[in-house]
């Protein structure tokens, strides 16, 4: 066994967006690409004698070859000890965990999240720091420049290594920790809420459906669950991580949760449905007949936060992105909490923890998450909407609606135009950024213009500056912003987010209420004009 230094060609696509690299499975399995990328990072991290990392993905097509390059990589690079899920898995939020509680120098989680996977899918790799959270901007575009430079690479020559069993063995002189990624989650969760009240609430008969979506959660969500909590078997879907997702789009979603939503709109549905998307950071909120939108369910975590012992004495503040809706901020300013609002991407969340300024945060994008960790946390938001079930015994419609009766509903939706040529994309965004200062004041129907900016975030603990999206406020109390994915690996999609705010008038339907907003908002930006569309490609 020996190191080998291997010459290698640049490529100019290694920036990481939104949430780290992400591609099509083709592009990563180019010669030398996962190569490049890691050195790359190998490079910017500097010594890596007597660094620990944690390494795992989603079970996803091509984990299993990205995992071994990375090991080998790893130990020709000094690093002194790699922390692996059994058979190369860990879910986000579980690698987050597993960095804090060790206090590990940082990670890598092998996925492309709630893009679907294959041959023909997506692969991605998220690279997370000691924080637990995923490299800054700062970080990550230092390693965009080092990959565009690369020469050459460096990796042990050996066998692969085995990662079914646990224990601990050698790559020279690292350390390879297989450990189970389900066990210290699980523990953490059950530090958190109250498992006894859980588990009375499934011995009396409580029904739940989670959908796993053949992705990394199924072995997290039958241990907790089933196992820990009494959930009937049976209770977790899709349960088995497959390469392919078998075929499904692991995005918990109401377009690609299918199976789900069919169980919780039909007859006999269980009292709680609940879904992941591919990695585990995700999270879809579902009653009888009836779903919870991503923002309010932040909203109705942050108003409940007394009844889950972990958060009991108080909490600092919450966070949303700016393109989650206003809700959780009308909670804030009730219960004197104070209520930040930050770009698109968990990464922007993470000082705000550090230094204590929030406890709790969120996307509308399902993705809801605590400073329990640093990255948002599918299978936690199900226990906390489980929790507030037992405590207070009302359904999740129930609790959805005295939530609208007491601060208001804000009507909330996504319109997401996919696959436009990456040209098509930046013009329509730059004219309406040049545009937005003559729309002040215009008055579109009942829809006047009371602000129109682009969206730019001072962070108060890094002092640094992000700009993401575009934004009209109406002074109706509604908004609509404009943003480009970070995390396709085709094209552009431009993204379209719509709110209404409404203090009464709680029981319409979103997408009626919404209908007049989201036309003026495709009319504003000549969507149809510039890009052929007349209609989203997905609403959520
Ligand atoms: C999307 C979501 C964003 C989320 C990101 C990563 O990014 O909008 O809220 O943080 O995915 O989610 P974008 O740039 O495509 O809008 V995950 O589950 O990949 O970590
Ligand atoms: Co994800």
Redesign the pocket.
């Known amino acids: 066994m020996t190191i080998k230094t291997v010459s290698t060609t640049p490529y100019d696509d290694q920036k990481m967006?939104?949430?780290?690299l992400?591609k099509k499975s083709k592009v990563v399995m180019q010669e030398n690409y996962v190569e490049n990328f890691v050195q790359s990072i190998f490079n910017v991290i500097g010594d890596a004698k007597g660094k620990v990392y944690v390494l795992g993905g989603d079970g996803r097509f091509y984990n299993d070859i990205a995992i071994q390059k990375i090991i080998k990589i790893a130990a020709a690079n000094g690093v002194s000890k790699l922390i692996i899920g059994r058979n190369g898995y860990v879910s986000?939020p579980a690698a987050s965990h597993i960095i804090l509680m060790n206090k590990l120098d940082g990670g890598f989680v092998l996925?492309?999240?709630?893009?679907p996977g294959g041959i023909n899918g997506d692969f991605?790799i998220?690279y997370a720091n000691q924080s637990g959270g995923q490299a800054p901007s700062q970080i990550s575009d230092k390693i965009y420049q080092e990959s565009k430079n690369i020469r050459e690479y460096k990796i042990y020559e050996s066998e692969d290594i085995d990662l079914s069993e646990l224990g601990t063995q050698k790559l020279g002189d690292m350390t390879i920790e297989v450990i189970d990624p389900v066990k210290d989650y699980a523990a953490m969760m059950e530090q958190i809420f109250d498992f006894n009240a859980l588990r009375q609430l499934f011995a009396k008969g409580f029904r739940m459906k989670f959908d796993a979506m053949n992705a990394v959660t199924g072995p997290y969500a039958v241990k907790i669950f089933e196992e820990m909590l009494g959930a009937e078997k049976g209770s977790v879907i899709n349960a088995k991580p497959l390469p392919d997702f078998g075929g499904l789009h692991p995005d918990p979603n109401l377009v690609y949760a299918k199976e789900l939503i069919n169980i919780m709109n039909g007859k006999d549905a269980p009292d709680f449905g609940a879904a992941n998307?591919?990695?585990g950071?995700?999270n879809m909120i579902l009653g009888q007949n009836f779903f919870v939108s991503p923002s309010d369910s932040l909203a109705i975590i942050t108003d409940n936060y007394a009844l889950i012992p972990a958060y009991k004495d108080g909490i600092f503040g919450v966070a949303r992105?700016a393109?989650t809706s206003t809700a959780v901020c009308r909670v804030g300013a009730a219960r004197n909490l104070p209520c930040y609002e930050v770009p698109?991407?968990?990464k922007y969340f993470v000082n705000l923890m550090d230094s204590k300024r929030i406890t709790f945060c969120g996307?509308?994008?399902?993705?809801t998450g605590s400073s329990h960790i640093r990255?948002?946390d599918g299978i936690w938001a199900v226990l906390f909407w489980l929790s507030i079930i037992a405590a207070t015994g009302k359904s999740v419609a129930e609790i959805t609606k005295a939530h609208w009766q007491k601060y208001g509903r804000t009507y909330y939706i996504r319109n997401d135009y996919e696959g436009v040529p990456t040209e098509v994309a930046d013009k329509l965004m730059a004219d309406l950024e040049a545009k937005l200062p003559t729309l002040k004041g215009k008055s579109f129907g009942a829809y006047t213009v009371s602000e129109a900016a682009p969206f730019i975030y001072n962070d108060p603990v890094d002092g640094s500056s992000t700009k993401n999206g575009l934004i009209i406020k109406f002074a109706n109390d509604s908004r609509i912003i404009y943003?480009?994915?970070?995390?396709?690996s085709s094209g552009a999609?431009i993204?379209v987010y719509n709110e209404q705010y409404k203090k009464d008038d709680l029981t319409g339907d979103s997408a009626e209420v919404l209908k007049p907003l989201a036309a003026l908002a495709a009319e504003i930006a000549e969507i149809t004009l510039r890009t052929g569309k007349t209609k989203a490609d997905v609403t959520t």
């Open positions: 967006g939104t949430a780290g992400r986000t996925s492309a999240s709630h893009n991605g998220k998307d591919g990695d950071d995700r992105s393109a698109t991407g968990w996307e509308e994008s399902f993705g990255e948002k943003r480009l994915s970070g995390t396709g999609t993204r």
